[in-house]
């Protein structure tokens, strides 16, 4: 028999289990968000595993927070579907919500609040028992240095403390998915040093998407790349593989320059496909609670 291959005969020494099947935390199949005859997102599929950090890179306009705000729930999808956790965000979407941090592009709502008027509302909201809450408020807290302006209400914060409120209300109930849609904006140097370590100690328990185009930021943080131009899907891979001399500056910009090039002067690479005829209209549903 060749080496690698003998079965023991010996009950104690069982043969290893299979792997078990990764658990798929986000999900997006066929996505696609059309406005009338602009394609915003085109048929967007991936799914991943629980734990990884992925970082989400496009240049402006490419569809990122479209798509987001599909997997979020925000926004309706004029075709596909995604999950969070295994629960469809728009049929099960208590439950999806319950395991799902999303910090969105445009910051907290509600200016008039203080940052701790906001946590304890979100987090009364969100059903957390008082003594749950009392705790997650001082550990999101900490988390995002917010000591400083508690009790200033949010419209009177800069933007990088109203940023820092948008991340603590998305770690509020320590949700198991993170989706953040560009994190670091607006921050300060010590403060994007600071998120980093929070990202690299939260990708060790939770699964993180992150929208940036820092690409000096997902060389820290991220172990697989998602790249969209213009409504598309234009890569999903490690990180590594994407790199050039240790870089993603270089294959970021030929990848989204040469399909800008390919767009011909008047041709339109961003219509519909001619079968779904699908026009719908703008469903933003920013107005629920994130
Ligand atoms: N409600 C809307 N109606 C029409 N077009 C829209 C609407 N919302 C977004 N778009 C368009 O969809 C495209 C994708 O926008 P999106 O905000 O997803 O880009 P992005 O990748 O997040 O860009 P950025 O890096 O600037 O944040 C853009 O061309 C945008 O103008
Ligand atoms: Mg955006």
Redesign the pocket.
């Known amino acids: 028999m060749e080496q690698g291959t003998a079965v023991s005969t010996d009950p104690e020494v069982q043969p290893a289990p299979a792997p078990a099947q990764p658990v798929m935390m986000i999900e997006a199949h066929g996505l696609s968000k059309y406005?009338g005859p602009?394609v915003?997102v085109e048929d967007a599929s991936f799914t991943i595993p629980q734990g990884q950090v992925v970082a989400f890179l496009?240049?402006?306009?490419?569809?990122?927070?479209?798509l987001m705000r599909m997997l979020t729930g925000f926004l309706a999808p004029s075709a596909g579907r995604a999950t969070i956790a295994g629960f469809d965000i728009r049929e099960q979407r208590i439950e999806a919500s319950k395991r799902l941090g999303y910090l969105p592009?445009s910051g907290p709502l509600y200016p008039d609040m203080t940052p701790l008027e906001l946590l304890r509302f979100f987090g009364e909201a969100r059903g957390l028992p008082p003594a749950i809450l009392t705790r997650r408020i001082d550990e999101v807290v900490e988390i995002c240095a917010l000591e400083q302006a508690l009790e200033k209400p949010i419209g009177k914060l800069s933007r990088g403390y109203k940023q820092r409120v948008g991340l603590a209300q998305a770690l509020l109930h320590d949700p198991d998915v993170l989706i953040m849609d560009?994190p670091t904006a607006g921050l300060d140097p010590n403060q994007i040093r600071q998120f980093r370590d929070n990202i690299t100690r939260l990708g060790r328990t939770k699964t993180l998407l992150i929208s940036t185009?820092i690409l000096q930021e997902v060389e820290a943080v991220a172990d697989r790349v998602l790249l969209i131009h213009a409504g598309r899907l234009l890569y999903d891979g490690p990180r590594v593989d994407l790199e050039e001399n240790g870089s993603l500056e270089e294959p970021f910009y030929r990848l989204t320059r040469e399909l800008a090039a390919d767009a011909a002067p008047g041709t339109d690479t961003r219509t519909p496909p001619a079968a779904s005829g699908d026009a719908t209209p703008?469903d933003d549903a920013d107005a629920t609670a994130r």
């Open positions: 406005y602009f915003a496009g240049p402006n306009g490419a569809g990122k927070t479209t592009e560009e185009h703008p």
